[in-house]
Protein backbone atom coordinates (compact mmCIF):
# COMPACT_ATOMS: atom_id res chain seq x y z
CA UNK A 1 0.00 0.00 0.00
CA UNK A 2 1.16 3.31 -0.62
CA UNK A 3 2.59 5.88 1.87
CA UNK A 4 0.53 7.16 4.72
CA UNK A 5 0.77 10.71 4.74
CA UNK A 6 1.26 12.05 8.15
CA UNK A 7 -1.18 14.48 10.11
CA UNK A 8 1.54 16.23 11.38
CA UNK A 9 2.80 17.17 7.81
CA UNK A 10 -0.58 18.58 6.33
CA UNK A 11 -1.32 22.52 6.52
CA UNK A 12 -3.70 23.60 9.47
CA UNK A 13 -6.69 24.91 8.09
CA UNK A 14 -9.13 27.79 9.23
CA UNK A 15 -12.62 25.88 9.81
CA UNK A 16 -14.23 29.04 8.72
CA UNK A 17 -12.50 31.58 6.79
CA UNK A 18 -12.82 35.02 7.02
CA UNK A 19 -15.93 35.41 4.59
CA UNK A 20 -17.17 32.89 6.67
CA UNK A 21 -16.72 30.07 4.53
CA UNK A 22 -15.04 26.69 4.27
CA UNK A 23 -11.75 25.76 3.16
CA UNK A 24 -12.12 26.92 -0.22
CA UNK A 25 -11.54 23.90 -3.32
CA UNK A 26 -13.09 20.93 -0.56
CA UNK A 27 -16.66 20.78 -2.56
CA UNK A 28 -16.74 17.00 -4.34
CA UNK A 29 -13.32 16.11 -2.68
CA UNK A 30 -12.31 12.60 -1.30
CA UNK A 31 -10.38 12.58 2.03
CA UNK A 32 -9.47 12.19 5.06
CA UNK A 33 -9.77 14.78 7.72
CA UNK A 34 -8.75 15.89 10.56
CA UNK A 35 -10.88 18.11 12.97
CA UNK A 36 -9.30 20.38 15.85
CA UNK A 37 -10.51 22.77 18.60
CA UNK A 38 -9.80 25.78 19.87
CA UNK A 39 -6.67 24.99 21.17
CA UNK A 40 -5.53 23.05 17.96
CA UNK A 41 -6.34 19.75 19.69
CA UNK A 42 -7.49 16.87 17.47
CA UNK A 43 -11.17 16.21 17.98
CA UNK A 44 -12.00 14.20 14.85
CA UNK A 45 -10.63 12.23 12.39
CA UNK A 46 -13.19 10.84 9.15
CA UNK A 47 -13.59 9.84 5.54
CA UNK A 48 -15.64 11.45 2.89
CA UNK A 49 -16.67 11.50 -0.66
CA UNK A 50 -17.07 14.95 -0.34
CA UNK A 51 -15.31 16.71 2.17
CA UNK A 52 -16.68 19.89 2.25
CA UNK A 53 -19.93 18.04 3.05
CA UNK A 54 -18.79 16.08 5.53
CA UNK A 55 -17.26 19.29 7.44
CA UNK A 56 -20.26 21.28 7.19
CA UNK A 57 -22.23 18.15 9.03
CA UNK A 58 -19.66 18.59 11.65
CA UNK A 59 -19.48 22.08 12.30
CA UNK A 60 -23.53 22.00 12.92
CA UNK A 61 -23.37 19.15 14.94
CA UNK A 62 -20.40 20.22 17.11
CA UNK A 63 -19.74 23.61 16.43
CA UNK A 64 -17.60 24.63 19.63
CA UNK A 65 -15.14 22.18 18.69
CA UNK A 66 -14.78 22.69 14.64
CA UNK A 67 -11.72 25.54 14.75
CA UNK A 68 -8.86 24.04 12.58
CA UNK A 69 -9.18 20.97 10.52
CA UNK A 70 -6.47 19.03 8.29
CA UNK A 71 -7.32 17.58 4.84
CA UNK A 72 -5.50 15.44 2.85
CA UNK A 73 -7.57 14.27 -0.52
CA UNK A 74 -7.29 11.90 -3.45
CA UNK A 75 -8.61 11.08 -6.68
CA UNK A 76 -10.16 7.91 -6.24
CA UNK A 77 -12.49 5.99 -3.50
CA UNK A 78 -10.16 3.25 -1.50
CA UNK A 79 -12.07 2.63 1.58
CA UNK A 80 -9.42 0.32 2.90
CA UNK A 81 -6.83 2.96 2.11
CA UNK A 82 -8.82 5.82 3.64
CA UNK A 83 -9.46 3.77 6.40
CA UNK A 84 -6.10 2.78 7.04
CA UNK A 85 -4.97 6.67 7.07
CA UNK A 86 -7.93 7.16 9.51
CA UNK A 87 -7.26 4.83 11.59
CA UNK A 88 -3.36 6.09 11.96
CA UNK A 89 -4.16 9.50 12.27
CA UNK A 90 -6.57 8.45 15.23
CA UNK A 91 -4.14 6.81 17.11
CA UNK A 92 -5.59 6.91 20.76
CA UNK A 93 -8.40 9.69 20.22
CA UNK A 94 -11.25 8.73 22.02
CA UNK A 95 -14.43 9.66 19.75
CA UNK A 96 -18.17 10.30 21.23
CA UNK A 97 -19.44 8.84 17.54
CA UNK A 98 -22.87 9.76 17.97
CA UNK A 99 -21.89 13.43 18.79
CA UNK A 100 -20.08 13.48 15.27
CA UNK A 101 -21.47 11.45 13.14
CA UNK A 102 -25.37 11.40 13.99
CA UNK A 103 -28.09 13.79 13.14
CA UNK A 104 -28.86 16.03 16.44
CA UNK A 105 -31.37 14.05 19.07
CA UNK A 106 -33.16 16.91 20.45
CA UNK A 107 -35.03 14.84 22.64
CA UNK A 108 -31.91 15.03 24.77
CA UNK A 109 -31.70 18.69 24.58
CA UNK A 110 -35.08 18.88 26.01
CA UNK A 111 -35.63 21.64 28.56
CA UNK A 112 -37.23 20.77 31.77
CA UNK A 113 -40.58 22.14 30.47
CA UNK A 114 -40.41 20.54 27.10
CA UNK A 115 -39.81 17.20 29.04
CA UNK A 116 -42.58 17.25 31.52
CA UNK A 117 -45.09 18.84 28.81
CA UNK A 118 -43.63 15.33 26.77
CA UNK A 119 -44.45 13.13 29.38
CA UNK A 120 -47.45 14.73 29.46
CA UNK A 121 -48.74 14.35 26.23
CA UNK A 122 -51.65 12.73 25.96
CA UNK A 123 -50.90 11.23 21.91
CA UNK A 124 -48.60 10.92 19.46
CA UNK A 125 -49.99 13.81 17.57
CA UNK A 126 -49.21 16.12 20.64
CA UNK A 127 -45.68 14.60 21.34
CA UNK A 128 -44.84 15.37 17.25
CA UNK A 129 -45.79 18.61 18.03
CA UNK A 130 -43.47 19.22 20.72
CA UNK A 131 -40.46 17.48 19.54
CA UNK A 132 -40.70 19.86 16.38
CA UNK A 133 -40.99 22.56 18.73
CA UNK A 134 -37.78 21.19 20.22
CA UNK A 135 -36.19 20.69 17.26
CA UNK A 136 -36.84 24.32 16.00
CA UNK A 137 -35.44 26.28 19.64
CA UNK A 138 -32.20 23.52 18.92
CA UNK A 139 -32.04 25.31 15.51
CA UNK A 140 -32.16 28.60 16.49
CA UNK A 141 -29.67 27.72 19.14
CA UNK A 142 -27.11 26.30 16.66
CA UNK A 143 -27.85 28.96 14.15
CA UNK A 144 -26.97 31.57 16.30
CA UNK A 145 -23.77 30.21 17.48
CA UNK A 146 -23.26 29.57 14.33
CA UNK A 147 -23.62 33.21 12.85
CA UNK A 148 -21.43 34.42 15.79
CA UNK A 149 -18.63 32.50 14.14
CA UNK A 150 -19.21 34.40 11.10
CA UNK A 151 -20.59 31.66 9.07
CA UNK A 152 -22.04 32.95 5.36
CA UNK A 153 -23.60 29.62 3.77
CA UNK A 154 -26.81 28.77 4.85
CA UNK A 155 -27.50 25.72 7.19
CA UNK A 156 -31.06 23.56 6.22
CA UNK A 157 -32.41 21.25 8.26
CA UNK A 158 -34.25 18.18 6.83
CA UNK A 159 -38.27 19.59 7.67
CA UNK A 160 -39.49 16.16 7.99
CA UNK A 161 -36.98 15.26 10.67
CA UNK A 162 -37.73 17.88 12.90
CA UNK A 163 -41.06 16.03 13.59
CA UNK A 164 -39.12 13.08 14.89
CA UNK A 165 -36.82 15.49 17.15
CA UNK A 166 -34.12 15.27 15.06
CA UNK A 167 -31.91 17.97 13.29
CA UNK A 168 -30.19 16.42 10.18
CA UNK A 169 -29.03 18.78 7.93
CA UNK A 170 -30.81 18.97 4.20
CA UNK A 171 -27.78 18.58 1.53
CA UNK A 172 -30.21 18.85 -1.28
Known sequence: MADIPCLDDLQLLPYIDSQGCLPPDLEGKIGVY?????EQLLCYVGISRDVATSLKQHLVRVPDRCYWCKVWTTDQFDRDRLTE???????????DRQLWEQPIDCQQLMTDKERADFNQAED?????????????????????KLTDRGVSFEIRFHPKRKEEGLLDLKLW
Open 85 to 95: IQTRWRADLVV
Open 34 to 38: GIFDR
Open 124 to 144: EIEKARILKNTARRVEQEIKA
